[in-house]
């Protein structure tokens, strides 16, 4: 399996508390619908709950604050483990610089520790940009969820075969 590489100047790291107000922000940039920092708060802990820090002293506005973020759990089901990517988000100045797809990955390898078996996630249909991603990492359409925006937007449920998981070359 091939990981790709984090940019130098980016940490991937456990999400601390001190972290949740830039969640929060990038969360309310990037969605329609943003979770509250009540819905952060409970995930803090978990080994999927994992954030980008951009380190470095070149005077950027984002210099070592959280510039995206995953979140991401293993629940047992009937003798299975089920993992979840729940949400994830770049921030809009540093994105297409291959931190959203560093995120996931690494929040696969938590799942993977968690015995995961499968890992589930849900997208926007209309979203192209995260759909590629997440085909691109290794998920496959498993069905549409019709309405399941409030907008009235269908989701997709992507999955993904953990163990079985060989990412393709980056």
């Known amino acids: 399996m091939a990981i790709p590489t ?3 100047d980016v940490t991937i790291r456990d999400a601390e508390a001190a972290d949740l107000q830039s969640v929060v922000r990038i969360e309310r940039e990037a969605f329609d619908q943003p979770w509250p920092y009540t819905a952060f708060e409970h995930f ?3 080994p999927g709950f994992l954030v980008a820090t951009r380190g470095g002293d070149d005077g950027a506005a984002w210099t070592d604050a959280v510039v995206g973020y995953v979140v991401a759990d293993a629940t047992p089901d009937f003798g299975r483990t089920i993992g979840h990517v729940k949400d994830l988000a770049v921030a809009e100045p540093a994105r297409e610089r291959g931190i959203g ?3 996931l990955v690494r929040s696969l390898l938590a ?3 968690e015995g995961a078996d499968v890992v589930k996630l849900e997208v926007r249909e209309g979203n192209d940009p995260a759909r590629a991603l997440y085909r691109d990492v ?3 359409v498993a069905r549409r969820n019709p309405h399941y925006y409030r907008d009235g937007e269908d989701a997709l ?3 993904l075969d953990l163990p079985a998981w060989r990412e393709p070359d980056a």
Request: proline residues 6%.
């Open 138 to 140: 290794g998920f496959e």
């Open 44 to 46: 803090l802990g978990d």
């Open 157 to 159: 449920v992507m999955v």
């Open 101 to 103: 797809r560093s995120l």
């Open 6 to 8: 984090t940019p130098a």
């Open 111 to 113: 799942l993977a520790i």
